[in-house]
């Protein structure tokens, strides 16, 4: 739901609106879901048609003075206006104005299917293992960090935005590759006890390759082989081979 904030005094800043949906998280979120309701191809979005559907879902969902869902209508009204420009069948420099707006759909996607098994992951594993309680402690156990789905799309998005920007024309998805990534992480500790998060993640790394590099990670300490820790907050994320005898 939209809702505004209360009245402000003269000279404080004008009332703005707080955007509340439980269905979708963000204006890609809801374009995903259109083109997936109508069964289109991502490759070749009908701009027209879902530009309509697009605005209409606005007005139903009273999103209206939505900043950032008015900006995603913009965008596709812009790319709506660009497909209608006539162009020779001869001119080679003329790039599709879908480019992107696909590219960050495919990023999109990936990162749900992302989200959605770490979800499924986690709900198995407090359906499995009872949290434990020791008497003997007098203080309570460290509640484990919690993010809701939007904070945790918000987080994996900026790890994205860190690694190299694929070109325009580069909207063919890549499939994960964790077996491969689970390979690279038991060679690095091979050679050493301890690493880091850049010694098994290249600078210039691809989405793809940020997104295995993390499954590959949890799914390692999750079979006890190995222990992650970050001792503060956006500090680099440390990696410590588990010995046969802390496992047992």
């Known amino acids: 739901m939209t809702s505004p904030r209360p009245d402000t005094r003269a000279g404080e800043p004008q009332a703005t609106f707080v955007v509340e949906l439980a269905a979708f998280n963000g204006p890609l979120d809801l374009l995903l879901s259109l083109i997936r309701d109508e069964k289109l191809d991502i490759y070749d979005i009908p701009i027209a048609r879902i530009c309509e559907q697009f605005l209409a879902r606005m007005h139903e969902l009273a999103l209206n003075d939505a900043a950032e869902y008015l900006e995603m209508a913009a965008r596709l009204l812009r790319i709506k206006a660009l497909m209608l420009l006539p162009r020779h069948e ?127 990670l949890l799914e390692l300490a999750k079979r006890s082989e190995l222990k992650l820790a970050q001792p503060r907050p956006f500090s680099d994320v440390e990696i410590r081979r588990e010995l046969a005898g802390e496992a047992a």
Not at 161 to 173: E, I, N, S, Y
Not at 184 to 210: F, G, M
Request: glycine letters at 4%; charged letters at 30%.
């Open 90 to 216: 001869s001119d080679e420099g003329w790039e599709d104005p879908r480019a992107e707006l696909v590219r960050r759909l495919l990023e999109y996607q990936q990162m749900r299917e992302v989200v959605d098994l770490l979800e499924r992951r986690g709900e198995d594993r407090r359906n499995r293992f009872a949290r434990a309680w020791s008497p003997t402690l007098m203080a309570p156990p460290q509640a484990p960090l919690a993010l809701s789905l939007a904070e945790l799309l918000v987080a994996v998005d900026r790890v994205l935005r860190a690694v190299k920007k694929p070109g325009m024309h580069d909207v063919v998805p890549r499939a994960l590759d964790v077996d491969g990534a689970i390979a690279i992480v038991k060679a690095v500790l091979a050679l050493r006890a301890t690493a880091r998060w850049r010694d098994v993640v290249r600078a210039d790394a691809e989405p793809w390759e940020v997104l295995s590099a993390l499954l590959a």
